[in-house]
């Protein structure tokens, strides 16, 4: 994984240029807007650096809250320079502008979990075997390396061309060894969160990780939530 920019490569005053245009001008073809969120965009991309397309998730520092800025982002770059496993989001690189915006690169996927049961309502228990284990490996190794997601969603879960589960979004997540260490930010989304996350306990973020899981493999094989 590529380490930031230098700002010397970042030289450029950039300040009034559209996010198109800053990545053309780092060596990428914008091709569509693909995701929204509170504080940007995640948008498709190609360049000759790489093989296949790319996801660009761009982080508006401006339009950010004070804690997003100061805690979860230094959280997220940190384990996402940090982690590798073949049923996580590959990060490609990470780099920032002057322009106040962070600009992370990674692998593109087809669609996501929540995306494909809206398709076919339910997953086949065979096909949701297969994906629930990788999706279990993915967050068996996070917690091995005492990293916790804390959204854990169907929408979190990417699925390839090549019919592969991608863990995504580690906007939540948090270094943590567990039990004792409690966690008091009671993030996640309410549909999948544990009963004390509701209740707005200290709570093992590891243990409401396992019941984040439980309720993503109950969608996935009825297509309800619980």
């Not at 965009?41 to 809250?65: C, G, P």
């Not at 969608?219 to 939530?225: D, E, F, K, P, W």
Request: charged content about 25%.
């Amino acid at each position: 994984m590529a380490c930031s920019r230098s700002s010397a490569y970042l030289r450029q005053d950039r300040t009034t240029m559209t996010t198109n245009e800053i990545l053309e001008s780092l060596g990428f073809n914008v091709l569509a807007n693909i995701g929204q969120g509170s504080f940007g965009t995640v948008k498709l991309a190609k360049s000759k650096r790489f093989e296949k397309q790319v996801a660009i998730k761009v982080l508006d520092l401006r339009l950010a809250t004070p804690s997003f800025v100061r805690k979860f982002l230094p959280r997220e770059i940190a384990i996402l320079r940090r982690i590798r496993h073949p049923h996580i989001i590959q990060v490609h690189e990470i780099f920032k502008v002057p322009s106040k915006q962070v600009y992370i690169v990674m692998e593109a996927a087809v669609m996501d979990l929540q995306e494909k049961l809206q398709q076919s309502c339910y997953i086949r228990s065979s096909q949701a075997k297969k994906w629930f284990s990788q999706l279990l490996s993915a967050v068996v190794y996070l917690h091995q390396q005492d990293i916790v997601h804390r959204d854990l969603k169907c929408e979190n879960v990417l699925l390839t061309a090549e019919n592969q589960v991608k863990l995504t979004d580690f906007g939540f997540g948090r270094f943590s060894r567990g039990f004792p260490q409690l966690s008091e930010t009671y993030c996640c989304t309410r549909q999948y969160a544990a009963p004390e996350v509701l209740m707005r306990k200290p709570y093992d973020p590891k243990k409401s990780d396992v019941w984040s899981l439980g309720v993503i493999l109950y969608a996935m094989v009825t297509g309800s939530m619980p």
